[in-house]
């Protein structure tokens, strides 16, 4: 071994004899960091928002931010209910009150619309009358049968307020776009009030993650009380979705915390027989854990989705540099050895080697940190922290605490048997793997050929509404939605014209139509568009009412000076719809797509198709930007995709040098990076045969795989070329690699699985998926490291002559 290697295992095991000696003092510096970061907890954050998923300099957030702040927020929650008829007075007078107790129940509201307030434009005489379209309520079967014609033939109302069957109807609620809106009541007088609809953004706080909740909440109480079997009720839209997967991550946390503790816990002591063996593990752990989320209150970092996992996984690795430790010190204890001796013969044995794999696994996760994906960076960032804390608890502060206890020899004859059983298993394991190198090495170069063949059909996927179980409440309702009325969510295409009133000119309008006309008979099985509204709407239900409501006159006028006067006579007629579709200017408008909710890769060549076609059909006429909840679905997914790339290279390439370094050698480098990629071939084989999807949860397998895999034959690496140097010969140096180190990495290997394994008992689907790979990798990183690392060194380093032997 060079003298560089002995000096740094000499450096780790004087550490340990300071902390060991000076337990105190290192307790103290340790507290001293912990504290101030833990006294930021209470300030955490939860967010599920959609717009949370990019970061703030995000084109495309900036883009949807600009459109909320002119159009309000396009994030409707849709209440579908089916009554037996829906033309009927009972169930309408019993709308009237479902629609009422909303309004008045339901906080952080900006309008309420149903069939009891629909717009409903005619004309009388020569004026213009725009008004709710039940201002006079039907009593008679003659009122109610002109109501049903007025309402089915009319282009509004089908698939916006009522189904194309007439069997469901809706009510949509529009939340506030922030907290305080600083808008007074809309009057004939104010007109549109565009700079206070417009002041910057900065001015104003956004309706918050946790408001978004209140006003789900009490639209459940309402739905509650109004639900029945003559008023079935059914309530969708992204807010509903991302407040069901809110409660779901509350839900999901406290559980597998408690549920982390207890079996990580079990294990511990199951497998040490000792309770310095859980306690010791569960403290340094811990500290991390609190130090992590302290660190993320105090710099703002809310919890979602994909951090979500972050407690529990901080809980699963940051135990494994500890079970290392105690691994090896409990078995030279074993020996008889006294205990300040054999903590600082641990250290000096594998200081290093837990330093690098540490180095290694957060290297992995910090691969993350430049991720376009807002939450994937902070848990790159963050679990990178968590880990380095742990490191230096492991390092620091474990020495002091073991101080403080008396660890002595275990004499019953179970530990002996238990022992022996285990050593049989690790002399079989060493045997197989340098007595059968090739048998090994090309049953794996089967499986990774196979499973690079399986991988490269993966596909990307970014669809919260599947993270919920089938039967949730959001899944069924956005099924039933998607069905009756033809899309739960929304594309959103604002169209500049660059000047004022450029909205009145017939052409551009006239355009506009025919897109509305191509884009609402849009329909490629999955992807429709149920219905388009827009600008141009209005515009035609003004020209038929002012033209004795012909058919025929549902037309855009083809004179400037008549689009003007029509518009400012609906503007005069006390309605404030226009504030919904354009400008007080009328230089931009907005068009809107209903859609069903589907997986945002399906649609990336719709959203590109509807920017090419508004851009062919409008030319250098006006700018277009596409936005609202499904480009911002589709920009998170193709952000994920180019972090993913990102971050697989640079977690490989930071990795492998890490390796080459610590082993000291290229060639030995180089070839002790197959085993690291063994199991994420694997697993993503797996995945593919298993039909699990690559999302942004999945696609954190990889680089958290690959720096746990590194671990495992860091340290083999590490204790193998210390044990080859000594003897020169493979046989050997592998038997005692695994009867030291092999031991921890077994222990380690099985506490950090289950860990993952625990994910199998959540409500989410991707947490599931996440906890299936994630386990499955870190088990055959191991079987890599027991069976091809070894049968790879036995190939490269053969067995000298007898001969040589003897001389």
């Known amino acids: 071994m060079s003298t560089t290697r002995k000096k740094i295992d000499r450096l780790f095991e004087s550490l340990a004899g300071i902390s060991y000696d000076y337990r105190f003092i290192a307790i103290i510096v340790a507290l001293l960091i912990t504290l101030p970061l833990v006294k930021n907890l209470p300030h955490i954050t939860i967010d599920t928002s959609t717009e949370g998923f990019l970061h703030e300099e995000d084109p495309a957030l900036l883009a949807y931010e600009k459109f909320r702040d002119q159009f309000g927020r396009d994030e409707l929650i849709v209440i579908a209910i089916q009554p037996p008829k829906v033309f009927d007075v009972v169930f309408l007078n019993k709308l ?60 509004l109302y089908p698939n916006l307020m009522i ?33 206070k609809r417009s002041a910057p953004a900065a001015d104003r706080e956004l309706l918050s993650d946790q408001e978004n909740s209140a006003v789900i909440a009490k639209v459940g109480e309402v739905v509650s009380q109004f639900n029945a079997p003559d008023f079935i009720i059914n309530y969708a839209g992204s807010s509903v979705v991302t407040h069901e997967i809110k409660k779901s991550m509350m839900s999901d946390m406290k559980k597998f915390m408690i549920i982390a503790v207890v079996a990580i816990g079990a294990l511990l002591f199951v497998m040490f027989r000792r309770i310095s063996g859980v306690a010791l593990p569960l403290m340094v752990t811990l500290l991390s854990l609190l130090s992590t989320m302290g660190l993320m209150a105090a710099t703002g970092a809310p919890i979602m989705p994909p951090t979500q996992t972050l407690p529990s996984f901080l809980l699963a690795v940051c135990v494994g540099a500890v079970v290392h430790v105690l691994a090896i010190f409990f078995h030279k204890v074993q020996k008889g050895i006294d205990q300040r001796t054999a903590l600082l013969a641990t250290y000096e044995h594998s200081g290093l080697a837990i330093t690098m794999t540490s180095l290694t696994t957060a290297a992995g996760l910090g691969s993350f940190a430049g991720a376009e994906v807002a939450p994937i960076a902070d848990l790159g960032r963050f679990a990178a922290f968590g880990i380095l804390v742990a490191l230096f608890f492991t390092m620091a502060l474990l020495p002091a605490v073991i101080s403080l206890l008396t660890i002595k020899p275990k004499t019953s004859d179970r530990a002996a048997r ?14 197989v793997s340098v007595n059968k190198p090739i048998p090994i090495l090309i049953i794996a170069a089967i499986i990774m050929v196979g499973s690079l063949g399986l991988v490269s059909q993966l596909q990307f996927s970014h669809d919260p509404l599947k993270w919920l179980p089938e039967k949730s409440t959001a899944r069924t309702a956005t099924t039933i939605v998607d069905t009756k009325m033809r899309g739960t969510t929304s594309i959103e295409v604002v169209i500049d014209t660059g000047r004022v009133n450029g909205l009145y000119e017939p ?52 004179n400037r000076d008549l689009i003007a006067q029509e518009f400012l006579l609906f503007a005069n007629s006390g309605s404030d719809d226009l504030e919904d579709f354009t400008d007080n200017q009328f230089s931009r408008a907005r068009l809107t797509m209903k859609l069903p909710w589907l997986d945002a890769i399906k649609y990336a060549g719709f959203v590109k198709h509807v920017e090419v076609r508004f851009s062919e059909v409008l030319g250098d006429e006006a700018t277009v930007s596409v936005t609202g909840i499904v480009a911002l679905l589709g920009r998170t997914l193709s952000a994920a995709m180019s972090s993913a790339a990102q971050s697989y290279m640079i977690a490989a390439l930071v990795i492998t040098l890490m390796m080459i370094l610590m082993i000291g050698s290229i060639k030995l480098g180089l070839v002790a990076m197959i085993p690291n990629f063994f199991p994420l ?81 959540s409500y989410m689907a991707n947490i599931v998926n996440f906890g299936i790979v994630t386990g499955t990798a870190i088990v055959m990183a191991l079987l890599a490291d027991f069976f ?20």
């Open 418 to 431: 238990r022992g022996d059983r285990l050593d049989s298993l690790l002399d079989w394991v060493a045997a």
């Open 507 to 558: 052409a551009m309008m006239e355009k506009l139509d025919q897109l509305r006309h191509e884009f609402g008979a849009y329909d490629k099985g999955e992807i429709f568009v149920g219905k388009v509204v827009s600008l141009g709407e209005i515009l035609k239900e003004i020209n038929r009412a002012l033209n004795e409501d012909r058919i025929e006159e549902y037309r855009i006028p083809d």
């Open 681 to 761: 071939l694997f697993v993503g084989g797996l995945m593919q045969l298993t039909n699990i999807p690559l999302d942004m949860f999945t696609m954190l397998t990889f680089s958290i795989a690959l720096g746990l895999a590194v671990d495992d034959t860091v340290h083999f690496m590490h204790n193998f070329r210390r044990y080859h140097v000594t003897n020169d010969d493979v046989a050997e140096a592998v038997s005692h690699t695994l009867h030291t180190t092999g031991r921890a990495m077994l222990v380690t290997t099985v506490v950090l699985s289950v860990g993952f394994y625990l994910f199998l008992f």
């Open 163 to 195: 189904s194309e069957d007439g069997k469901l109807t809706t009510v949509v609620i529009k939340t506030n776009n922030y907290s305080q809106l600083g808008v007074v009541e809309d009057s004939l007088e104010e007109g549109f009030d565009d700079e």
């Open 96 to 155: 009237k009150a479902f629609h009422k107790a909303i309004e008045e129940r339901v906080p952080y509201l900006d309008e309420v619309t149903s069939l009891i307030n629909a717009r409903n434009t005619y004309g009388d005489e020569d004026r213009l009358v725009v008004e709710d379209l039940l201002e006079t309520f039907p009593e008679t079967q003659e009122q109610l049968a002109a109501l049903e014609q007025r309402v089915m033939s009319s282009p």
């Open 788 to 807: 091809i690392a070894p049968a790879l060194m036995s190939l490269l380093h053969p067995e000298p002559e007898a001969e040589t032997k003897e001389s």
